[in-house]
């Protein structure tokens, strides 16, 4: 499909490990977001990505998270030391222009 | 800071009536405005956008909303809701060019429709 693609759909990890988010952007897209969602939170916005540069990290929670972007496309949203507040379903998306966001299906992470 | 309000956490409708979901924004100026629709495990779906220009927007799926800047709304309105629309939906803004919040869309907490048979 032509949509916005994340891996893994899903991902049990134990507390402490790292792990890695991945999102394709819709081709051709230059910009690139992603959010978190969580029962407490709602839909919380975490970085946003103008090519390979993020002018706006300003929703990361924490210096555990980081992400980047390479090559204008494929982004990866790392977590390091994963805690358990850290179970949610976080969302890519992606914009042409910059004004309409197009999301993806979501990685849903479950940290025991 | 931009926020987003949706005062309705649960709604209920029958199959056939109308619908409206209300949200209040607040902003500095006009934003963009959107509504999205969540199915249960899925991503975010876009029902429709406001920009500028023409202050009631056509959308998919029937949805249409209607910007008001004098109320600081965007209400999401249906006139006769099937049972494939019951889903979650969530209001969003989002910063025009040169805003400090330019780039992020802030949502609000989401309205839960379930629909009546």
């Known amino acids: 499909g032509a949509g916005v693609s994340q891996s893994p759909s899903n991902k049990v990890t134990e507390k402490g490990k790292d792990v890695e988010l991945r999102c394709d952007p819709i081709s051709g897209h230059t910009a690139l977001y992603w959010y978190r969602q969580s029962l407490g939170q709602g839909l919380e916005f975490l970085i946003y990505?103008?090519?390979?540069?993020?002018?706006?990290k300003s929703g990361l929670p924490s210096d555990r998270f980081s992400a980047e972007r390479t090559g204008g496309s494929v982004s990866t949203l790392t977590i390091q030391r994963t805690q358990q507040e850290d179970s949610a379903v976080y969302l890519c998306?992606?914009?042409?222009?910059?004004?309409?966001?197009?999301f993806g299906p979501g990685t849903r992470l479950l940290v025991l | 800071a931009q926020s987003v309000t949706q005062p309705d956490i649960h709604i209920t409708v029958s199959e056939g009536a109308s619908l409206e979901l209300r949200c209040n924004y607040s902003y500095g100026a006009t934003p963009y405005l959107f509504w999205y629709v969540q199915s249960p495990g899925q991503g975010l779906q876009l029902l429709l956008k406001y920009f500028s220009g023409d202050t009631l927007v056509q959308g998919i799926k029937g949805f249409e909303a209607e910007f008001k800047r004098s109320q600081s709304s965007f209400n999401l309105r249906k006139p006769s809701v099937h049972w494939s629309d019951a889903a979650e939906y969530f209001c969003?803004?989002?910063?025009?060019?040169?805003?400090?919040?330019?780039?992020?869309?802030?949502f609000g907490q989401g309205t839960i429709l379930t629909v009546h048979p």
């Open positions: 969003a803004v989002g910063a025009r060019p040169g805003g400090t919040s330019y780039g992020k869309l802030t």
């Open positions: 998306a992606s914009s042409l222009g910059g004004k309409t966001q197009y």
């Open positions: 990505f103008q090519g390979n540069s993020a002018p706006d």
